[in-house]
T-cell receptor, first 113, second 112 residues
Framework: EDKVVQSPLSLVVHEGDTVTLNCSYE??????LLWYKQEKKAPTFLFML????IEKKSGRLSSILDKKELSSILNITATQTGDSAIYLC?????????????FGKGTHLIIQP | SQTIHQWPATLVQPVGSPLSLECTVE??????LYWYRQAAGRGLQLLFY??????ISSEVPQNLSASRPQDRQFILSSKKLLLSDSGFYLC???????????FGDGTRLSIL
């Protein structure tokens, strides 16, 4: 069974800190790994990592894919209260006719002022 | 730009009642469409996906069904709701396979 595991499940830090969120996966036919930010309703897309793009950066957020270790990290530097959210990791698979994503349970990040 | 709409935002239904949730996408044509459910303490679970009108694939056997009567419309239905159908239902779209999926605001369904 395909599995995506995120850690920690929850994290509380102070504004200005740097955080690292982890995602590991055990899947067949890996194709891509995606990170989403979910505040109250819709998860919003952050990054997609594939074999041809293992590192992405946008402002204070960055992510790296380690295909050897079957894992990814999401880094957030100089955190702000607006970064408080649930961060979701998902894996896309190739073949088999299914195009849906397999999600982890998420990391609930709380930034205290 | 593309937008995705889901309604209603919240719904409270008695056990055994029918269900119809609707999702529409604007600003693109022939998108891939998806229904996910997010239950408490669990990750998002893919329920159905569609690559075109009338084409539905189910990932999880269950009490629900999906239909795609128009290119940018995706409907989630049930004839008789169960308590276990409670959860947060999210619709998503993507341009094609292996492209990021973009989510609607979801419907929070409570079954009494």
């Amino acid at each position: 069974e395909d599995k995506v595991v995120q850690s920690p499940l929850s994290l509380v830090v102070h504004e200005g800190d740097t955080v690292t969120l982890n995602c590991s996966y055990e899947v067949t036919n890996f194709r891509s790994l995606l990170w989403y930010k979910q505040e109250k309703k819709a998860p919003t897309f952050l990054f997609m990592l594939t074999s041809s793009g293992i590192e992405k950066k946008s402002g204070r957020l960055s992510s790296i894919l380690d295909k050897k270790e079957l894992s990814s990290i999401l880094n957030i530097t100089a955190t702000q209260t607006g970064d408080s959210a649930i961060y979701l990791c998902a894996v896309g698979l190739s073949g088999g006719g299914a195009d849906g994503l397999t999600f982890g349970k998420g990391t609930h990040l709380i930034i205290q002022p | 730009s593309q937008t995705i709409h889901q309604w209603p935002a919240t719904l409270v239904q008695p056990v055994g009642s029918p269900l119809s949730l609707e999702c529409t996408v604007e600003g693109t044509s022939n998108p891939n469409l998806y229904w996910y459910r997010q239950a408490a303490g669990r990750g998002l679970q893919l329920l159905f996906y569609s690559v075109g009108i009338g084409q539905i694939s189910s990932e999880v056997p269950q009490n629900l069904s999906a239909s795609r009567p128009q290119d940018r419309q995706f409907i989630l239905s049930s004839k008789k709701l169960l308590l276990s159908d409670s959860g947060f239902y999210l619709c998503a779209w993507s341009r094609m396979e292996n492209q990021p999926q973009h989510f609607g605001d979801g419907t929070r369904l409570s079954i009494l």
